[in-house]
């Protein structure tokens, strides 16, 4: 709490309607976390945001056990800008 940049509440008022995901402890596994993104209509084939004014929470480990912590990094770091541009 206080660190807006870690800890955010998101009121109902500013959901509005916007879908809301949560993902929690992907642990590297970025290939798992796309497939899963992209069935639920949030990113197309190549990865890029198709989630509209959505709001998707990573919560949890994103690093470690899985093959691509790296990647998964980069990836939500990408998407939220990605994201961001799109309202």
């Known amino acids: 709490p206080g660190d807006s940049s870690i800890w ?3 009121p109902e ?17 970025l290939k798992k976390l796309k497939n899963f993104l992209r069935s639920a209509g949030f990113i197309d084939d190549q990865g890029g945001w198709t989630g509209g004014r959505a709001i998707v929470v990573v919560n949890g480990d994103q690093i470690n056990k899985g093959p691509d ?4 990094v980069m ?3 990408d998407l939220r800008r990605q ?5």
């Open 75 to 77: 990836f939500v770091r």
């Open 13 to 29: 008022r500013e959901l509005e309607g916007r879908p809301l995901l949560v993902v929690s402890d992907i642990h590297g596994h």
């Open 69 to 72: 912590s790296y990647g998964v």
């Open 83 to 87: 994201a961001k541009k799109a309202g």
């Open 8 to 10: 955010r509440v998101i």
